[in-house]
Every structure is written in C-alpha cells, then in structure tokens.
C-alpha cells in the first residue's frame, strides 16, 4: 500500500507544479519558429522566427524559471520568460544537440564547415 501512495503524491505533485506553469514554449524543429502557447486556454501568445539558421535542437530552463535556452546549429539562444524575448544569443561553430547519433552512441558534435 506504501508504494501506491508515495507513486499517487508524485503524480498529483507533478501535475501541481505542472498547473504552476501555464505558458509553454515550442520550438519548431523544422520551421525555425518559437511559438508560445498559454495551456489553460490553449491559445497561442506569441511566435517569432529563431535566430539560429537550420532547427531547433534542444531546449532548458534555467532553475528559477526566468529563462529557456535553446540550441541549434549555430549557436544558443536565451529566451527571457517575463517578456518572452530573445535577450541574448551566443554563436558557437558547430551543432549543439541533445541527440545521440546513432542512438547508441556518445552524444554528437558535428563541427560546420
């Protein structure tokens, strides 16, 4: 019985923290886009194009929730949550992932030329 109710207070703490967080951000992976989206009413707030040439590879949040990174072949870029705009990007010579290739490999870094 113990394990059923510790698994039943993380699924409602998930889903607490979840409901928290009403705003979600969605980079097109290949559109090049950043759209954001408000949960509760499923409508789209915002969607500007990504400064990164190429897709969005991956994305974080910053522990206090004040900024999402994301990166893509180029660069990453810093996204500031209060306002939703791109406060900052920095350039890096090669494609930043979160991807394996091949999936049972170490992670890649490809170098652009």
Same mark, same amino acid.
């Given at each position: 019985m113990k394990n059923y109710t510790l698994v039943l207070i993380l699924v409602l703490g998930y889903a607490a923290s979840t409901l928290a967080q009403p705003i979600v951000y969605?980079?097109?992976? @290949?559109e090049g886009i950043i759209s954001v989206v408000n949960v509760p009413t499923n409508e789209v707030i915002s969607i500007f +194009?990504? +400064?990164? +040439?190429?897709?969005?590879?991956?994305?974080?949040v910053s +522990? @206090?929730?004040k900024f999402i990174y994301y990166t893509g072949n180029g660069g990453i870029i810093k996204i500031d949550t209060s306002n939703n705009t791109i406060v900052?990007?920095?350039p890096y010579p090669m494609i930043l992932s979160q991807y394996r290739y091949p999936p049972t490999a170490i992670p890649f870094i490809q170098q652009m030329y």
């Open positions: 969605i980079g097109g992976r @290949d +194009p990504s +400064p990164l +040439p190429g897709a969005l590879e991956g994305s974080t +522990p @206090d929730s900052s990007r920095q």
